[in-house]
């Protein structure tokens, strides 16, 4: 019944072309920000249909970025999801803006549209969406809001490279979306991230404020023939990628539909083996039309309906060596954010429902259909012994 091995609920799936590709760029003599990291950043503005993309250290980088490009004042609001990883909210309150949080839908964990209209006042600076698990936003009503009161839509597209609403990715939007390339995501450069925008200005600003705020990285100044001297307007931060991170977002970037292709099969088969556990809420599709990326498969284990609550299921699953990820804990009820950024009780009651409730079930591109199999051994093994 038990697997003989540990089924790591994701894994980073790196092959022999992103191995030689590293080895190439650490014998080359160059490794950091170099010619791979502008190969990169080309390649991904193509695959997404964006003009500029920029590579950062990490989705969590962008963020931060984005929200120095809005230059936030003392009172500015940002709306965003409170179903997400701390980072999203953590850039709002460090960038001195309020996270005001509105509720997801319980069908797609997604920002409700109509809530987030509702919220609006005069000092909402932004919207902040979470393309959930590899599931697309409805793009186009957040777009309508967004314009008819002339504040910014950013996407956090942490889990959405590769997905697409209505036909087109995610990150060719004129707004400016992040991307992450942490080791769970659908395509890694070890820790890595992604800036994309159809606006000129706003690149050569994150640009800037990627590299100490000055306008030449050591690549122009000393291999590209640029002269030595550089100019800075304002002070910025060192979120440059590598060459070597880059060689590996270069082959990954290559590989992504059909890990992603992987990946939906995979989501297809726990979606018809689970159809028969009717204990656990499967994850439900958006009315519109997207091309899920998979980033998650995730269930809710209620504990009226499943007779076990998600923290003991999560601990069974482990004593049947299946990994499983919690995404995410609501972040307006953890420490810091329930002292300074109060909502009032029952006001997100699907984030919270969500939050108390969801597991994410091992889903990587370098997994069989005979894991996925495991999985679902384990759960209805858990399902005999917890039955009421
Ligand atoms: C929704 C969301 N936003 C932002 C981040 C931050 O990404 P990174 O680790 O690349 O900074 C994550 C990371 O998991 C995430 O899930």
Redesign the pocket.
């Known amino acids: 019944m038990t697997r003989k091995t540990f089924l790591p609920f994701s894994r980073p799936d790196i092959g022999q072309g992103e191995i030689d590709e590293v080895v190439n760029v650490l014998s080359s003599g160059w490794i950091t920000s170099g010619p791979k990291v502008a190969a990169f950043e080309k390649a991904f503005a193509e695959y997404v249909g964006s003009p500029y993309a920029l590579t950062l250290t990490?989705?969590?980088?962008?963020?931060h970025l984005a929200m120095e490009i809005l230059d936030l004042q003392p009172g500015d609001e940002v709306i965003t999801t409170s179903l997400?990883?701390p980072?999203?909210v953590n850039m709002i309150h460090l960038c001195g803006g309020k996270p005001v949080f509105v509720d997801v839908e319980r069908d797609t964990f997604n920002l409700d549209a109509s809530q987030v209209e509702e919220a609006i006042t005069k000092q909402t600076r932004a919207v902040i969406p979470?393309h959930?698990a590899g599931q697309s936003c409805d793009l186009d009503k957040l777009r309508e809001i967004c314009k008819a009161h002339d504040i910014e839509l950013i996407e956090?597209a942490?889990?959405a490279v590769g997905s697409e609403y209505k036909g087109k990715r995610i990150g060719s939007g004129d707004n400016m979306a992040?991307f992450?390339?942490?080791p769970?995501?659908n395509m890694t450069t070890g820790?890595?991230?992604m800036i994309t925008t159809h606006d000129n200005k706003t690149f050569e600003r994150l640009r800037t404020l990627r590299f100490h705020g000055v306008d030449k990285d050591a690549w122009k100044r000393y291999a590209c023939g640029d002269k030595a001297g550089y100019e800075l307007y304002h002070p910025g931060w060192k979120y440059n990628m590598t060459d070597i991170q880059a060689a590996i977002g270069l082959v990954q970037l290559e590989r992504l539909d059909t890990m992603i292709e992987k990946r939906m099969t995979l989501a297809a088969l726990y979606d018809d083996l689970l159809s028969e556990v009717h204990e656990f809420t499967r994850p439900c599709r958006t009315r519109y039309d997207i091309r899920h990326a998979w980033h998650l498969y995730t269930i809710l284990v209620d504990k009226d309906k499943a007779g076990i609550a998600r923290d003991e299921f999560m601990q069974e699953m482990g004593k049947r060596n299946i990994g499983t990820g919690l995404?995410?804990q609501a972040v307006h009820q953890l420490s810091f954010y329930k002292n300074h950024y109060p909502v009032p009780d029952g006001s997100l009651p699907e984030t919270e429902f969500i939050s108390e409730t969801i597991v994410s079930l091992p889903l990587y591109s370098g997994m069989n259909e005979s894991d996925v199999h495991d999985v679902v051994t384990a759960i209805r093994d858990i399902v005999e012994k917890f039955k009421k």
């Open positions: 990490s989705c969590t980088a962008g963020l997400t990883w980072a999203t979470v959930f956090d942490a889990h992040v992450s390339f942490h769970i995501k820790e890595g991230g995404h995410f």
